[in-house]
């Protein structure tokens, strides 16, 4: 079992920025990858980002890339997501999930075994 608890979200201005952090707890080190989603009333729960434990390798939706960057932080079990120039479309609730295997891409949520509960992020205009 992973426990994944997200924190970091708030509201702020456009333009602005927040850093999400998602620390996990239990079977860590058999995780494969760490991976952003978000989802917004509504519409369906989309990729934003993901981050390989091993290697470190780093996947962006098109929408954030330029803007967000991922990061992980072994001795923490923690991964982050910096978010600059944040936009109004930016504004969902974001989930952080883990992998335990490689079996399939990492910008997919049936790649995924674990999900944290969420944290909600408003950017207004």
């Known amino acids: 079992q992973v426990q994944l608890v997200e924190s970091g979200g708030g509201l702020v201005q456009a333009g602005g920025s927040l850093r999400l952090s998602c620390a996990a707890s239990?079977?860590?080190?058999?995780?494969?990858?760490t991976g952003w989603f978000r989802q917004d009333p509504g519409k369906e729960r989309e990729f934003v980002a993901a981050?390989?434990?091993?290697?470190?390798?780093?996947y962006y939706a098109d929408s954030v890339k330029g803007r967000f960057t991922i990061s992980r932080d072994y001795a923490k079990n923690t991964v982050y997501l910096q978010m600059n120039s944040l936009k109004p479309e930016d504004t969902a609730v974001y989930y952080c999930?883990?992998?335990?295997?490689?079996?399939?891409?990492?910008?997919?949520?049936?790649?995924?075994?674990?999900w944290g509960q969420g944290t909600q992020v408003t950017v207004s205009s």
């Open positions: 999930a883990a992998a335990l295997a490689g079996r399939g891409p990492t910008t997919q949520m049936n790649t995924y075994d674990y």
């Open positions: 981050i390989t434990w091993r290697y470190g390798s780093t």
């Open positions: 239990g079977r860590t080190f058999s995780t494969y990858a």
